[in-house]
Structures are given as C-alpha cells and as structure tokens.
C-alpha cells in the first residue's frame, strides 16, 4: 500500500546526478512508498546516461534515456553521437534524451547546439525510439526543426514521436507540439506563482498527452522551495494539477500513468506492466 494511494511515473528524473550520492538507495525507497512506480533517469551527457543505465540495471523500477543536453554539446561530433548510439541500445533505455536547445543560459555556441540536436533527432528515429526535448526560449527554432523532422521520420502512425519536457509555453505552441504528435511534461513548477497566468494552457491539454515528472533535483514543490527534489514528492505535482484541471488526483495519476507506459513502452523494454497497478 502506497502512502498517497496512487501510482504515478516519474517520467523525468537525475538521479544518476551528485546530489543523490549520499542518499540515493532511500531517496528511491521513499518514492516507492510514495506510489511512484517508475522513474525514468535521463540522461544528459554520455556519461551520465552510462550511470543512467547502471541505475536501470539496479533498479527494476528506473528507466533510461541517453543523450546530450545543450548546455554540454560544444565539442561533440558524430564520434561522440556514435558512441552514445552504443549505449542507446541498452534494452532498460527507453528514448534518445534529453536533448534540445537552450538560448536562454547559451552554455554552448547556437549551431553546436543545432547540430546536435539534428545528430540526435536523427539517431531516434534510426532507433525508433521517442525523444526527450528540453527547449528554453528557442521555440522559434525548435518548432521548425521538429516539424520538419517528424514530416520526414518513418515510424507508425500511432507512435509519438516524444515529449516536450518542463512544458510553459502559450497555447498556441502548445497546440503546434500537440499537432505535431508530441506529448507535454508538466512539474511542480506549475504550482509556483508566476504559472498561475497560463494555467488556462495547462486545462487545455488533452487528457490523453499529459506527462508529469519531477525533474529532481530541480524545481522542488512550492512547498520544499530552496531543498533537493526527489520523486517522492510527484504526489504534490499530481494533487497540483488536478486542482488546475478540476479532476480528481486520482484520475490524473491514471492518466499520466497510462500515457508514459504508451509513450515510453514499458512492455517492450522491462515486460513490466504497470496497467494492472493503476488505480480504476
């Protein structure tokens, strides 16, 4: 019995990252008591996906995903998308991320950070696996970039494509992502003041293209402002959106469950199926 009653997936987590050195068996201890049934662990750099993958190979409730985060794609060639397309095909790894663009901190030089993205687009949909996208303050670039990767991959109809991580944008670029088949990945940032003005966006997202995750060991509940996230605490995020979308936590846990399972094929990589878990 979970301490909250419901069964949620954290669809993105850093727990390969230093600050769950001194305590990360109970960290993940205490998101199991929380009802967190998966924690994806995603990577952002070749070695912290490497450690994602330890992790996944400890835990059976973790997850991988490999990639190269903006911040660090100075300096990376297709040597370095080469050896991350290696460890991409690690059964427990379950999409090419997290990737992006981010103009706002400009950690690494505008073309690097397109070139790399291009690279890594391009080896999801060689591996047909989803992508993980971080975007800050490049939805211009982003929104053409991606539409003309998903009008050329060759994968099912029915397959997403992936998911837009730490989603706060407007409606309409939400609606452009949503077209484009792409999930949105929604923390506990939703619960700080300065989202209030766009929690109109957040009701209109379809039901059915909702992800929640935590991003730990960032962005911590308004709550644990100041303190390490962790993915005990997605319970708080779960409790915050249902209150924004006026439906009940439990209906959100269900559906945000369901989606990353559909998303990210829990079935096909760890045949553990979480469906039977969730709550009706």
């Known amino acids: ?73 100075a300096g990376v060639d297709k040597t370095y998308i080469a050896r991350l397309a290696e460890i991409a095909s690690h059964p427990r790894v379950v999409a090419i991320g997290e990737v992006g663009l981010d103009f706002y901190r400009n950690y690494s030089p505008h073309e690097a950070q397109l070139q790399a993205l291009k690279w890594q687009l391009d080896l999801a949909a060689k591996l047909q696996l989803p992508v993980i996208i971080h975007c800050r303050q490049a939805e211009k670039d982003m929104l053409k970039l991606l539409h003309d990767w998903v009008s050329s991959r060759k994968s099912p109809q029915e397959e997403s494509p992936g998911v837009i991580h730490c989603f706060s944008g407007n409606s309409d670029t939400a609606h452009q992502y949503l077209d484009m088949g792409f999930y949105l990945s929604l923390g506990a940032y939703i619960g700080y ?86 709550a009706k």
């Open 1 to 73: 019995m979970t301490t909250t009653g419901l069964i949620i997936v954290d669809t993105h987590a850093h727990l390969d990252m230093r600050a769950f050195d001194k305590d990360r068996p109970e960290a993940i201890a205490r998101a199991l008591k929380a009802g967190v049934a998966m924690m994806i662990t995603v990577g952002t750099s070749l070695e912290s996906s490497k450690k994602a993958i330890e992790l996944a190979e400890k835990y059976p409730e973790i997850l991988a995903t490999v990639g190269i985060h903006p911040h660090d794609v």
């Open 193 to 278: 003041t300065a989202s209030q003005s766009w929690h109109h966006v957040i009701r209109e997202i379809p039901a059915d293209r909702l992800l929640v995750e935590t991003d730990c060991p960032f962005l911590p509940p308004p709550s644990y402002r100041g303190q390490r996230n962790e993915p005990s605490y997605i319970p708080l995020t779960v409790e915050t959106l249902a209150r924004i979308r006026d439906e009940s936590p439990e209906m959100v846990a269900r559906e945000t469950t369901q989606n990353a399972q559909r998303l990210f094929r829990f079935g096909e990589n760890n045949k553990k199926d979480l469906s039977k878990g969730i």
